[in-house]
């Protein structure tokens, strides 16, 4: 059964850069035609995708965050990455990592606040 975890600080100043890491188990995140997310979501906003790396490494990104999000791999540890710079208090969300549709982290709370 594949498991999710997200795991970074949980305060972020302004202007810096957000970085969120995801640990798979239960499965490679190299499987063939699986895509790992990060999802985002916060209060008056909704559910936002963010981007994607796929089980070859092609990354997708959503255009309104393009010019500031990094999303990586790690697959000798099975695990993903997103950084998001330049970040203001509206970056303030819990933050999901999910592989496919169907396999989710619990959400890690990220404010952003001086």
């Known amino acids: 059964q594949v498991q999710l975890q997200e795991s970074g600080p949980g305060l972020v100043k302004p202007s810096q850069t957000l970085s969120l890491t995801c640990t798979v188990s239960g499965g490679p995140i190299t499987t063939s035609h699986y895509y790992w997310s990060w999802v985002r979501q916060s209060p008056g906003k909704g559910r936002e995708w963010m981007g994607a790396i796929g089980y070859d490494g092609v990354t997708y990104y959503s255009e309104s965050l393009e010019s500031r999000i990094s999303i990586s791999r790690d697959t000798s540890k099975n695990q993903f990455s997103l950084q998001l710079s330049s970040v203001t208090p509206d970056d303030t969300a819990v933050y999901y990592c999910?592989?496919?549709?169907?396999?989710w982290g619990q959400g890690t709370q990220v404010t952003v606040s001086s």
């Open positions: 999910a592989g496919g549709t169907i396999h």
